[in-house]
């Protein structure tokens, strides 16, 4: 999932506190966006979604953009954006067309969950080599 050369050198620069820093950062907020996305999906607050898949998004890169959990978060963001877009355009969105979406967000952040939790243990490895 992290391209380890990619890591190393990304992150070479850095001392090795800074490093595990960085990484235990990630690990520490993990559980708090993952509940936070959850909760915007349950209230089926677009523009909160887009907000907060958008920052976890970029916390991930900072470590891999190639990685799955990236791009599910960006595919997200994606589908949010074009939908506020639309409704900005003047479609019409019902109540209908708001669970159809979050039905399908729901199943997406879903395995987003997945290979973020494998995003998140990778890190830990990753930390126990910096220790």
Not at 2 to 8: E, G, H, V
Not at 16 to 41: L, M, N, P, S
Request: net charge negative; hydrophobic share 40%.
């Amino acid at each position: 999932m992290i391209d380890r050369a990619n890591f190393k050198e990304r992150f070479g620069y850095f001392d090795k506190e800074i490093v595990v820093e960085i990484i235990d950062i990630f690990i520490d907020e993990y559980d708090d966006r993952i509940i936070k996305i959850t909760r915007v999906i349950k209230d089926q607050n677009l523009d909160e979604l887009k907000k907060t898949v958008h920052a976890f998004k970029g916390v991930i890169a900072n470590f891999e953009v190639e990685c799955i959990a990236y791009q599910k978060a960006a595919s997200m963001e994606q589908e949010a954006t074009e939908l506020m877009n639309e409704i900005k355009e003047g479609q019409s969105f019902s109540k209908e067309d708001s669970d159809k979406f979050f039905t399908r967000i729901s199943k997406d952040f879903e395995l987003f969950k997945t290979d973020s939790l494998d995003l998140l243990n990778e890190l830990k490895d990753i930390r126990g080599e910096y220790l």
